[in-house]
Each structure stands twice: as C-alpha cells, then as structure tokens.
C-alpha cells in the first residue's frame, strides 16, 4: 500500500468528513472577509476525487459545494506530502487543472455558470518552507509577459461584425476570412466572382499550397454538392474560368465531389431498401455499390 494512501489518505479524509474539523480548519486558515461569505449551512462533502492516478502517491484529496456570497461554489482541499525527490514544482498548474475538471464536472450537471471555486493546498512535507511559488504565473519563464497575456478575456474575431472592405485587406487569410463570413448566404458563386475581380483569389492562391487549394474546393463544393448539385457545376466552372491555370485540378476534383454525391445517393438508397426487406444482391443490383458496402449497411441493421 502507497505512503500517501495509508495512513496519511485515510487519516486526511477522515479528519476533513467531520464537519467541525472542516468549519474550524476553514475559519482558522481562510481570510476572513472570504470565511464570513461562505454559507456553511450548505457545506457537505463531495464523494469525488479529481486527482489522477500518477499523482496519487504525493496528493489527497477532499470536495465540498458551498455557497460562496449566495452562489454555487466548491472547495478542494488538496493534501500535498512532499518528499524532496518529488516536489511539486507546479503545484500552482495541478491546482488550476483540477479547478478546471471541477467546473467542467459543474457544467456536464446540467448548470449554466460556473461556480466559484477556492482551492486550498495543506503541506507537511520534508523540505520546510514550501520551496516553490503558489503563484500560477511564476511557471512561466516570462512573467511578466505571462501577466499580460494569460487568463485573460479572448481574443474574439468577429468575422459577422467585419467589413467585407476590412477583411480583403488580409492578404493571403482574407480568401478564407470572406468564405467563412459568406458561408451563411449559401452561394458561393457571387463571392468567388467578386473575389476574383478584385485579384484577392489568385493573390491567394499563388501564396498557398496546392493542398490548402484543394480544401478551398472542397469547402465551397460541399456546401453546395449535397443540396444544390447544379450550383457545384457552375461554380466550379467558374473558377475553371478565372483560375484557367488550376482548370485541370479543378475539374478532377469537381468530378471526384461528383461522384461521392452519387455514391452518398446510393447508399441512402440502400439503407432504405435494406430496411424494407429486399435481398441483397437486388440492392447490389439497383445501386451498383460493392458488397462490402451492402454488408456494412446490413450490419447497422
């Protein structure tokens, strides 16, 4: 039986499910302005550990919800044994991974906001002080920069909110940026014409890679292959036209998208003579599919 879990889990857990320990740990240990915040009339213990397996050696641990200032909140108490060969130098990152699971766990329960959470580490290890900081942003090797830049609001492109005029100013990404903005129009065709007036889509693509053009077509194709197969067609003429130096790429790729359209046609066709009762060599025979295909059909089934 490992250190950690015998006798100083055992010893932990027991100590921390009394509810007096637990009020008169927090109230001798807690800032007093947040211990006056906590509802401990809602205080009970969480039958879960958030602590990963390879870590169970050095750490134990303890959950209990708590109303924080009239909202959902938890603390983990975490039991940190050190031995000198094994200290926790990024405890401060172990404690926000875990704070991080518990939200999560929060969230997945079916509520709507984060709780609060106010992780609290207890250590008895051989080397006193604690060697290493609990200050999260010291695992950086720039703090400062660290300070300025993490955890801190993200960065939101709102591709609905920018002008069309803004984002042809984005050299090479504005032929992606304009696709995504123009996605929910479901036409393409007016787009690739205006863009290829303006030489935004030569410009990008004599910048790219073949394989990032071929998921330009790819992308453009299939929004309109499955509803809409003639729209495909001229789409991809046109780009044959204004591009007539990938014309060969683009129609080899257009007849491939073709092809799958038919296929994915065929196989609803199928499923649904399958499910009705029809041999499999009449579906064979209606849908030109292979037999490994009817068999992964019939198998769903």
Same mark, same amino acid.
């Given at each position: 039986? /490992?250190?950690?879990?015998?006798?100083? !889990?055992? +010893?932990?857990?027991?100590?921390?499910? $009394?509810?007096?320990? @637990? =009020?008169? #740990?927090?109230?001798?240990?807690?800032?007093?302005?947040?211990?006056?915040?906590?509802?401990?009339?809602?205080?009970?213990?969480?039958?879960?550990?958030?602590?990963?397996?390879?870590?169970?050696?050095?750490?134990?641990?303890?959950?209990?919800?708590?109303?924080?200032?009239?909202?959902?909140?938890?603390?983990?108490?975490?039991?940190?044994?050190?031995?000198?060969?094994?200290?926790?130098?990024?405890?401060?990152?172990?404690?926000?991974?875990?704070?991080?699971?518990?939200?999560?766990?929060?969230?997945?329960?079916?509520?709507?906001?984060?709780?609060?959470?106010?992780?609290?580490?207890?250590?008895?290890?051989?080397? /006193?002080?604690?060697?290493?900081?609990? !200050?999260? +942003?010291?695992?950086?090797?720039?703090? $400062?920069?660290?300070? @300025? =830049?993490? #955890?801190?609001?993200?960065?939101?492109?709102?591709?609905?909110?920018?002008?069309?005029?803004?984002?042809?100013?984005?050299?090479?990404?504005?032929?992606?940026?304009?696709?995504?903005?123009?996605?929910?129009?479901?036409?393409?065709?007016?787009?690739?014409?205006?863009?290829?007036?303006?030489?935004?889509?030569?410009?990008?693509?004599?910048?790219?890679?073949?394989?990032?053009?071929?998921?330009?077509?790819?992308?453009?194709?299939?929004?309109?292959?499955?509803?809409?197969?003639?729209?495909?067609?001229?789409?991809?003429?046109?780009?044959?036209?204004?591009?007539?130096?990938?014309?060969?790429?683009?129609?080899?790729?257009?007849?491939?998208?073709?092809?799958?359209?038919?296929?994915?046609?065929?196989?609803?066709?199928?499923?649904?003579?399958?499910?009705?009762?029809?041999?499999?060599?009449?579906?064979?025979?209606?849908?030109?599919?292979?037999?490994?295909?009817?068999?992964?059909?019939?198998?769903?089934?």
């Amino acid at each position: 039986m /490992s250190i950690i879990s015998h006798p100083h !889990d055992k +010893f932990f857990k027991g100590s921390l499910k $009394e509810k007096q320990i @637990a =009020l008169d #740990f927090l109230k001798a240990h807690l800032p007093a302005d947040i211990y006056q915040q906590l509802d401990f009339s809602t205080l009970r213990a969480i039958d879960k550990s958030y602590v990963s397996a390879e870590l169970r050696e050095v750490h134990s641990d303890m959950v209990y919800a708590c109303q924080i200032n009239g909202k959902a909140g938890y603390i983990p108490l975490l039991l940190l044994l050190e031995h000198q060969s094994t200290a926790s130098k990024h405890m401060a990152f172990r404690l926000l991974q875990y704070t991080v699971n518990l939200m999560g766990d929060h969230l997945k329960a079916g509520h709507n906001s984060l709780p609060l959470v106010l992780p609290i580490c207890l250590y008895h290890g051989a080397v /006193s002080p604690y060697p290493y900081s609990t !200050d999260i +942003f010291e695992d950086f090797d720039d703090v $400062e920069m660290a300070r @300025a =830049l993490v #955890f801190k609001q993200f960065q939101l492109i709102d591709l609905t909110m920018l002008p069309v005029d803004t984002l042809k100013q984005h050299g090479a990404a504005s032929l992606m940026e304009l696709l995504f903005k123009r996605y929910q129009e479901r036409d393409f065709i007016e787009t690739i014409r205006q863009l290829a007036d303006q030489g935004i889509l030569k410009m990008a693509v004599s910048h790219t890679t073949e394989s990032y053009f071929f998921a330009m077509l790819e992308y453009i194709g299939s929004n309109e292959q499955g509803k809409q197969p003639q729209k495909a067609e001229d789409l991809f003429k046109l780009l044959s036209t204004v591009l007539p130096e990938k014309r060969e790429s683009i129609m080899t790729f257009n007849e491939q998208l073709r092809q799958e359209g038919e296929r994915q046609k065929a196989l609803a066709i199928a499923k649904k003579m399958l499910a009705e009762g029809s041999e499999p060599a009449f579906v064979k025979k209606v849908t030109g599919l292979f037999d490994e295909d009817i068999q992964k059909i019939a198998l769903q089934h």
